[in-house]
């Protein structure tokens, strides 16, 4: 790309948002520029388009916290132009410009290879969400979790992160439950991903009692609120429960007792600032463990046109698992 050329992108500022036609001296500092392939639709972005507080960092920015492409130019030497790369996080689409455009400026140091036998496209349907599913896993694996401690419960089923740590989940041999609100219209969607059982939303999403009966080896959370708390109310002694999201509320109203008189632990998962390490790990066993026709049968594609629209649509939890940017 010619230093003059313009490409498009996707603006906020203060009042609107807007796909635009953009120039290179637009996109800020770094070291590595980037022709985006695709990008994605995840909460997070949905609430910068829609202009809600906690993500942009300031305005105008371009949005999107995932992007998949091709390296264009860089200053290190790592990078040589053509390479396929992904970024999730590490503040691009919050701090820094995002992946919601056909090119993006970063800091090279934060890429990632693409794994070998996942095409660009996959990378995306991946995104944020499913690498967030996968350090799900990794931290329960960690936690010492195998499949015959019994069933792990999956809250936010039909989103992003549920659909994929449902699929992970199963494929690595666990009994998975998932909870949904669209437990009717979504049965055969998340069956057909490995939730053996599905219960509908509302049996977690009211105020319930401290300790309920046990159920659960282990949750993967990406709801909180009262669905996290009445998860933790059904864990067997010594469960987990990994927390990730806020789909119901970012609120904690529960009580010590699954604590402290059933072991229960709590274990916090951030991707923003997962340390490269960990990424790697984890993409190597996204590359290993997911089962690429559940990925494609959970993924749609969409042009640039139409984020404006997903971005209200996630947030409506209208959306169901994971929608692809096509940014080209
Ligand atoms: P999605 O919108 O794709 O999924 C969220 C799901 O939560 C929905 O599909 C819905 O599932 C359920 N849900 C929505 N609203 C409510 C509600 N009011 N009460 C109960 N359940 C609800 O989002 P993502 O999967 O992309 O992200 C999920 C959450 O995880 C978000 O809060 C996001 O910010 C967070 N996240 C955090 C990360 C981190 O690094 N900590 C990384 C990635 C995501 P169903 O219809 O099946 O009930």
Same mark, same amino acid.
């Given at each position: 790309m010619?230093?003059?050329?313009?490409?498009?992108?996707w603006w906020?500022?203060?009042q609107?948002?807007?796909?635009?036609s953009t120039?290179r001296?637009?996109?800020?500092?770094?070291?590595?520029l980037?022709r985006?392939?695709?990008?994605?639709?995840n909460?997070?972005?949905?609430l910068?388009?829609?202009?809600k507080?906690?993500?942009?960092?300031?305005y =105008?920015m371009? =949005?999107?916290i995932?992007?998949?492409g091709f390296?264009e130019?860089?200053?290190?030497d790592?990078?040589?132009?053509g390479?396929?790369?992904?970024?999730?996080?590490?503040?691009?689409?919050?701090t820094h410009?995002g992946?919601?455009a056909?090119?993006a400026?970063?800091?090279?140091?934060d890429?990632i290879?693409?794994?070998?036998?996942?095409?660009n496209?996959?990378?995306?349907?991946?995104?944020?969400?499913?690498?967030?599913?996968?350090?799900?896993?990794?931290?329960?694996?960690?936690?010492?979790?195998? =499949?015959?401690?019994?069933?792990?419960l999956?809250?936010?089923?039909a989103?992003?992160?549920?659909?994929?740590?449902i699929?992970?989940?199963?494929?690595?041999?666990?009994?998975v439950?998932?909870?949904?609100?669209?437990?009717?219209?979504?049965s055969?969607?998340l069956t057909e991903?490995g939730?053996?059982r599905?219960?509908p939303?509302t049996?977690?999403?009211?105020p319930?009692?401290p300790?309920?009966s046990?159920e659960?080896?282990?949750?993967v959370d990406?709801?909180?609120s009262?669905?996290?708390?009445?998860?933790l109310a059904?864990?067997?002694?010594?469960?987990?429960a990994?927390?990730?999201?806020l789909?119901?509320?970012?609120?904690?109203?529960?009580?010590?007792? =699954?604590?402290?008189?059933?072991?229960?632990?709590?274990?916090g998962?951030?991707?923003v600032?997962?340390?490269?390490?960990?990424?790697?790990?984890?993409w190597?066993?996204?590359?290993r463990?997911?089962?690429?026709?559940?990925?494609?049968?959970?993924?749609?594609?969409?042009p640039m046109s139409?984020?404006?629209?997903?971005?209200a649509?996630?947030?409506?939890g209208?959306l169901?698992?994971r929608?692809?940017v096509?940014v080209?």
């Amino acid at each position: 790309m010619s230093a003059t050329e313009s490409f498009s992108a996707w603006w906020v500022s203060e009042q609107s948002s807007d796909l635009r036609s953009t120039h290179r001296d637009e996109l800020g500092p770094g070291d590595t520029l980037v022709r985006v392939e695709f990008s994605g639709i995840n909460y997070k972005d949905g609430l910068a388009l829609q202009h809600k507080p906690g993500v942009l960092r300031g305005y =105008p920015m371009i =949005p999107g916290i995932d992007l998949v492409g091709f390296i264009e130019e860089s200053e290190l030497d790592q990078w040589q132009p053509g390479e396929r790369v992904l970024l999730n996080g590490s503040g691009l689409g919050e701090t820094h410009n995002g992946g919601l455009a056909q090119y993006a400026r970063v800091a090279g140091s934060d890429l990632i290879t693409v794994p070998q036998q996942i095409s660009n496209f996959r990378a995306a349907a991946i995104g944020t969400a499913g690498f967030t599913a996968m350090l799900s896993v990794l931290a329960l694996e960690d936690a010492g979790l195998t =499949p015959e401690a019994g069933p792990v419960l999956v809250t936010g089923a039909a989103g992003g992160v549920g659909s994929i740590a449902i699929t992970l989940l199963s494929g690595l041999g666990y009994e998975v439950v998932a909870a949904s609100g669209r437990a009717d219209s979504a049965s055969s969607y998340l069956t057909e991903l490995g939730a053996r059982r599905i219960i509908p939303r509302t049996d977690l999403s009211e105020p319930g009692r401290p300790l309920q009966s046990q159920e659960f080896a282990a949750v993967v959370d990406s709801v909180g609120s009262h669905t996290l708390v009445n998860a933790l109310a059904r864990l067997n002694y010594g469960g987990l429960a990994t927390v990730c999201g806020l789909a119901q509320g970012p609120d904690l109203p529960g009580t010590v007792l =699954p604590f402290i008189l059933r072991g229960v632990h709590l274990i916090g998962i951030n991707s923003v600032y997962a340390p490269r390490a960990l990424r790697e790990r984890a993409w190597k066993r996204l590359a290993r463990d997911l089962n690429l026709d559940h990925l494609d049968s959970l993924t749609r594609s969409i042009p640039m046109s139409e984020v404006g629209d997903a971005g209200a649509r996630i947030l409506a939890g209208e959306l169901r698992g994971r929608t692809v940017v096509d940014v080209d």
